[in-house]
Structure formats: C-alpha cells, structure tokens
C-alpha cells in the first residue's frame, strides 16, 4: 500500500524527509514534488526499483531517465560538459530544465540511454527535493509522473493517489506543483536542440 506523507511546501519536516529518504536507500519508488509536476524517484543504485519506475511511467530502456541532483557540483561525475553547455546549465539551474548529456564512465549502463549512452540531468529549484537530496546525500534517479500511455504530467496529489498502482512505496504530499512538466534540452549535439517545451522558459536560457 502506497503510504503518503504531508509535508510543508517551504519548510519541509525533517522527520518526513528523513523518512523519504530512507525509503529510496531501501528500495521503494516514490512520488514527490518538483517545480515542475510532480516525478517518480528511486535509487540510483538499485536495479529492481528502476525496473518498477519504468513500470510505473511505462517506458522501457530508450527513455531518457534524468538524475536529480541538488546543485552542478554533481556534474561531473555522471556527465561529460563543455564550456559551453556548463555556460548554459548555469543559466538554468536551479530550475525548470531537463538536459540531456552524455554519461561518463562511473554511470552504470543500465542508467543511460542503450544507443546513445546519454542521460537527463536536473537541479530543480523546490524545498522539498532540495531537502530530500540533502538527506540522501546523492542524486535521485527519476522520471516525469506520466501515466502508461497518457501525455499529461501529474501536479496533484490526489490524482496521483487516485491513478497510480499501490507498487508506489510514497507520495511526498507538498500540494500542487505546476502542470508544466520541464523543458528538455538536448546538449549532446553541436548546438543545444530543444526536445520538450515546458515550465522553463527558453529565453532564460538565450533559445527563445
């Protein structure tokens, strides 16, 4: 059974996110809020809970999952960047962005892309995600909360309560995030290739 935790928008609990946390490292795939939608997350680490994201958000191993990290100083060890890309991810982050960069070696492969060895990566600017990460102490391996076969991100708890199986372990409850799912941003080719518009705006970024 899914279990649901409420906790404040701004100042997260302490206990709660502790908690939240806890329950990545011991393997359930949770719910929680972003300033975007709302994302599934599990533990980078674990094979058996990125099996059941996948089923949750229904996609296979050519969806593009995204690390969640709490600031660019995690850059480096899961992506190759340029000069330029990391010029741009400065702009953007913390934020609406989702980018996609080629992994570096210490990525294991079933976490990127299988032909093209690339990976999202993501600093959102929430209270709650940003706590969660600071507790975890690493990146959040995660995936937008779309529903098998629809195309709307999940901004609401209660619909998520509603429509998601009871294979979720959490709902991180911080009310409504906003509809918008993030703005994807392919930075592996020559000039940055804009795949999804969402809540980022692309003139922040200088694509507008």
Excluded: W
Excluded at 39 to 55: F, K, P, V, W
Excluded at 109 to 116: A, E, F, N, S, T
């Amino acid at each position: 059974m899914t279990q649901r935790f409420y906790v404040h928008p701004e100042n997260p609990q302490l206990r709660l996110v502790r908690q939240a946390a806890q329950m990545l490292r011991d393997g359930a795939v949770i719910a929680y809020p972003t300033d975007s939608s709302y994302a599934l997350g599990c533990h980078l680490g674990d094979a058996d809970a990125l099996r059941r994201l996948r089923q949750l958000r229904g996609v296979d191993d050519k969806h593009h999952l995204t690390l969640v990290c709490a600031d660019l100083s995690e850059l480096g060890k899961y992506a190759r960047v340029d000069n330029r890309a990391f010029r741009l991810l400065k702009l953007a982050t913390p934020g609406p962005y989702t980018f996609i960069l080629e992994g570096t070696r210490e990525v294991p492969k079933r976490l990127l892309h299988p032909k093209r060895a690339t990976l999202g990566l993501r600093v959102p600017d929430h209270p709650v995600v940003q706590a969660l990460l600071t507790e975890l102490g690493e990146p959040i391996l995660s995936a937008t909360l779309i529903p098998p076969d629809e195309d709307v991100a999940l901004n609401d708890p209660e619909a998520i309560a509603e429509r998601m199986p009871a294979s979720l372990g959490l709902i991180l409850d911080a009310g409504q995030s906003p509809e918008l799912a993030t703005t994807v941003v392919d930075l592996t080719g020559d000039t940055p290739e804009v795949l999804r518009v969402g809540n980022g705006p692309l003139d922040r970024i200088g694509l507008g």
